[in-house]
C-alpha cells in the first residue's frame, strides 16, 4: 500500500492546478488521472475564455508563463448582440474597465500542457490510474485503482475529488447531484473567416440560442454554438456547416471559409448535494457543472482551487488536520456564496437568450441595451467576466496560498 498525504483524484484542469497550488507546502501529494500526463493534446481540445483574475492564479502557480505568444490570445472587446449585430448592441471594452484585457482565449490542450510541464518541477507524483473504490476510517482514506492487474491501494489524509461532472470520488461517497438539463448541445468548431477582428470576442443571441465566436489568433476564431438539434448539426458537412453558422451569426466577421471537425457537448447544469464527506472534498466540476455560455466553469473551479490551497496551507501553519470534517465544512461554507451567485448569473444569462425561456427577442434586445445604458451594470458585467469580483483569494492576487 502506497501512503500520502493528500491524493488529487482527477488531473484535468482543475485537478492539476490544485497540485501546483500545493506542491510548495511541506506535503506529500499525488495527482492520479487515467490518462498518461504527456503534454501532448487530448481528444477534446476545447478553446477556454479564461478571466483576468484566473490568469492571475496561473500566473501564481508558474503555469501561465510557460505559455508560448501564440498559445493565448488578449480579449480587449466583447460585442452582445442579436443575430444582425444592430438591435441591442452592448460592448464592454478593457480599457473603460482599465485593465489590457477583459479575458484571454487558449486551448484546453496548451494549458494542461503548461500545467504538467510545471508540475514536472515538483515534488507532486503524477500517478497514472482510474479511482475504483474507496473505503476509510477515522484517519485515513484509501482509495482503490480500477483496472490494474493486482488490487492497488493508495492511503492518505485527504482524498480531493477533481475527477469531473461524473465524479468517481463522488459516487463512491454516496453524494448525490441536482441536475437540469437544458435540452441543447454545445456545437464547438474552429473557423477561418475572411474578415477578422484581433482581440475581439462575440456573443450573439439568434432565434434557435447563443453563439459565441473566440479569437484563436490570425484569421481563425472558435464558434461556440447552443442548438436542441446538435447531434443533426454535428453530422453536416463542411459546406453545409458553413453555410448554416454564416446565416444564423450574421456576417460581422465577413465570410467564414473553413471549419474544424465539430466537437459535442450536452448543456447541462448540475451540483453535488454536498462537497465533502469523512476525508473527502469535490471541487471543479465535480462539485457543479455549469452551462458554458459565460465561460466560467474552469474560472470557478480555479477558484475553488485558490480557497482550499489556501485552507490546507493554515492547517499546515497550525497543524491543523486538513481531513477534518469540520475544518473541510469552512472551505465548502466559504465557497458557497461565489458558487451559487456564478451559477444564477450563468443560468440567467441561459434564460434571458433561450428563446424557448424568453419568447421576446424585443426583451431580450431590451436586455442588452440597459447593460450598455447603464454603467453599473455593465461594470458588474464586466467584473464578473474578468474574475476579479472581491474579496480575492491570495492565488487571485498572484500569490502563493
Ligand atoms: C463547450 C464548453 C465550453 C467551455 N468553455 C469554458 C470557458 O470558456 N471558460 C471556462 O472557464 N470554462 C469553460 N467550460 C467549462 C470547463 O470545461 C470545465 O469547467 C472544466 O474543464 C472543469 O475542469 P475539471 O478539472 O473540474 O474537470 P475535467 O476537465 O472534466 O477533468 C476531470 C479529470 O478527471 C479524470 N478522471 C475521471 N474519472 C476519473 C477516475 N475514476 N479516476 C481518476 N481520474 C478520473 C479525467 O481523466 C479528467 O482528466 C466549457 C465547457 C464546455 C462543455
Given at each position: 500500500m502506497q501512503r500520502h498525504d493528500i491524493v488529487i483524484c482527477g488531473g484535468g484542469l482543475v485537478g492539476a492546478s490544485l497540485a501546483l497550488a500545493l506542491a510548495h507546502l511541506p506535503l506529500d501529494i499525488c495527482l492520479l488521472d487515467p490518462a498518461p500526463f504527456a503534454p501532448a493534446p487530448r481528444p477534446d481540445d476545447r478553446t477556454f475564455t479564461i478571466a483576468q483574475g484566473s490568469k492571475r492564479a496561473l500566473t501564481a502557480l508558474g503555469a501561465w508563463p510557460r505559455l508560448s505568444r501564440a498559445d493565448f490570445q488578449p480579449i480587449t472587446e466583447i460585442e452582445v448582440s442579436d443575430r444582425s449585430g444592430r438591435f441591442g448592441l452592448a460592448h464592454i471594452v478593457a480599457s473603460e474597465q482599465g485593465v489590457d484585457a477583459l479575458g484571454f482565449v487558449t486551448g484546453n490542450a496548451a494549458l494542461l500542457a503548461a500545467l504538467y510541464d510545471e508540475l514536472a518541477t515538483t515534488t507532486v507524483t503524477l500517478r497514472q490510474g482510474r479511482l475504483g473504490g474507496l473505503a476509510g476510517d477515522a484517519d485515513e482514506i484509501t482509495v482503490t485503482l480500477a483496472d490494474a492487474h493486482e488490487p492497488e491501494r493508495i492511503a492518505c489524509r485527504l482524498l480531493v475529488g477533481a475527477d469531473g461532472t461524473n465524479s468517481a470520488v463522488r459516487a463512491a461517497c454516496g453524494i448525490g447531484v441536482d441536475r437540469y438539463d437544458y435540452e441543447r448541445w454545445a456545437i464547438v468548431s474552429n473557423c477561418r473567416v475572411s474578415r477578422p477582428r484581433p482581440h475581439t470576442a462575440f456573443e450573439r443571441f439568434t432565434a434557435n440560442g447563443p453563439i459565441a465566436a473566440l479569437?484563436?489568433?490570425?484569421?481563425?476564431?472558435?464558434?461556440?454554438?447552443?442548438?436542441?438539434?446538435?447531434?443533426?448539426?454535428?453530422?453536416?458537412?463542411?459546406?453545409?456547416?458553413?453555410?448554416?453558422?454564416?446565416?444564423?451569426?450574421?456576417?460581422?466577421?465577413?465570410?467564414?471559409?473553413?471549419?474544424?471537425?465539430?466537437?459535442?457537448?450536452?448543456?447541462?447544469?448540475?451540483?453535488?448535494?454536498?462537497?465533502?464527506?469523512?476525508?473527502?472534498?469535490?471541487?471543479?466540476?465535480?462539485?457543479?457543472?455549469?452551462?458554458?455560455?459565460?465561460?466560467?466553469?474552469?474560472?470557478?473551479?480555479?477558484?475553488?482551487?485558490?480557497?482550499?490551497?489556501?485552507?490546507?496551507?493554515?492547517?499546515?501553519?497550525?497543524?491543523?488536520?486538513?481531513?477534518?470534517?469540520a475544518w473541510l465544512g469552512d472551505y465548502a461554507r466559504a465557497r458557497q456564496a461565489d458558487v451559487a451567485n456564478t451559477t444564477r448569473f450563468t443560468d440567467g444569462l441561459v434564460r434571458l437568450f433561450t428563446p424557448r425561456l424568453l419568447p421576446l427577442a424585443a426583451a431580450r434586445a431590451l436586455a442588452l441595451n440597459l447593460v450598455d445604458a447603464l454603467p453599473g451594470l455593465k461594470q458588474a458585467l464586466a467584473v464578473r467576466t474578468m474574475g476579479l469580483k472581491t474579496p480575492l483569494p491570495r492565488l487571485f492576487r498572484e500569490l502563493k496560498p
Open positions: 479569437p484563436i489568433g490570425d484569421d481563425r476564431y472558435t464558434f461556440v454554438i447552443s442548438r436542441p438539434d446538435g447531434e443533426q448539426w454535428q453530422n453536416l458537412d463542411d459546406t453545409d456547416f458553413l453555410d448554416r453558422l454564416a446565416d444564423a451569426f450574421g456576417d460581422r466577421l465577413g465570410r467564414l471559409l473553413a471549419a474544424s471537425p465539430r466537437l459535442r457537448f450536452p448543456l447541462i447544469r448540475q451540483h453535488a448535494r454536498e462537497w465533502v464527506a469523512p476525508r473527502v472534498v469535490l471541487i471543479g466540476n465535480a462539485a457543479h457543472t455549469l452551462h458554458p455560455v459565460a465561460g466560467q466553469g474552469f474560472n470557478l473551479g480555479l477558484r475553488d482551487v485558490a480557497v482550499l490551497a489556501e485552507r490546507i496551507a493554515q492547517a499546515c501553519r497550525t497543524q491543523t488536520d486538513y481531513g477534518d470534517r
